[in-house]
């Protein structure tokens, strides 16, 4: 199993609508989730994070955690095609240290 | 520029040359990342340091690789022996020590290996 999985996509959404991004995770100890945005061709950026202790909303994003299935989950509401881009969910593994473990990445197209 | 610095940007080499790629690193910050990735997965974690400490290299792909950080601040990544499958984007990161610091990515250093 890997630690970090995500579906490739590609996630299809029209302009306006909400992309559900997911990616499930195997260590259960791991307490700090991330979830970064990656363009063709540059490097990843950090959209938001989260603690095992809850929800987060930041504008059009919200990150949510689910500790009982291992899975966390990125939304993103009135999606524009500038959101077009490799959503990457990263975990703080314990037995990597501290050290990010991404998952493959999501490919997000939003059409107008 | 106060960013994650990584050079060269791109680097072509032959099979078999050994290779060597700088990262310079936020300047307050402790942590540094190295990661590779290839096209359509995501960043592959390397190795980590904490100031001039390496505290993890178990995901080294091969002891081709090795990863310095002589005095706590430039890194240093170098592929010896260089094979075709080494081609990728190598990824310097850093961050503060904290469980919440974001990782600041550099721009990255493509090798081509042919």
């Known amino acids: 199993q890997k630690e970090v999985e995500q579906n490739s996509g590609p996630l299809s959404v029209p302009e306006g609508a909400i992309a559900s991004l997911n990616c499930t995770y195997s260590?259960?100890?791991?307490?700090?989730f991330f979830w970064y945005r990656q363009y063709s061709g540059k490097s990843p950026e950090l959209i938001m994070f989260i603690y095992s202790n809850g929800d987060k909303e930041d504008g059009r994003f919200t990150a949510q955690l689910n500790k009982a299935s291992q899975y966390v989950s990125l939304l993103i509401r009135d999606s524009q095609p500038s959101d077009s881009a490799t959503y990457l969910c990263a975990v703080k593994a314990n037995q990597a240290g501290t050290a990010l473990i991404f998952g493959k990445g999501t490919t997000l197209s939003v059409s107008s | 520029d106060t960013g994650v610095s990584q050079d060269p940007r791109h680097k072509i080499t032959k099979r078999g040359q050994n290779v060597t790629f700088r990262c310079d690193p936020i300047s307050e910050h402790n942590r540094l990342y190295w990661y590779r990735q290839t096209l359509g997965q995501g960043p592959e974690f390397l190795t980590y340091?904490?100031?001039?400490?390496?505290?993890?290299k178990s995901r080294l792909l091969s002891d081709r690789f090795s990863a310095e950080r002589p005095k706590g601040s430039f890194s240093t990544l170098e592929i010896q022996r260089t094979e075709q499958g080494d081609s990728a984007m190598y990824l310097c990161a850093s961050s503060l020590r904290s469980e919440s610091a974001e990782a600041f990515f550099g721009q990255g250093t493509r090798l081509t290996v042919v």
């Open positions: 260590d259960r100890g791991s307490q700090s």
């Open positions: 340091f904490q100031n001039e400490a390496q505290l993890e």
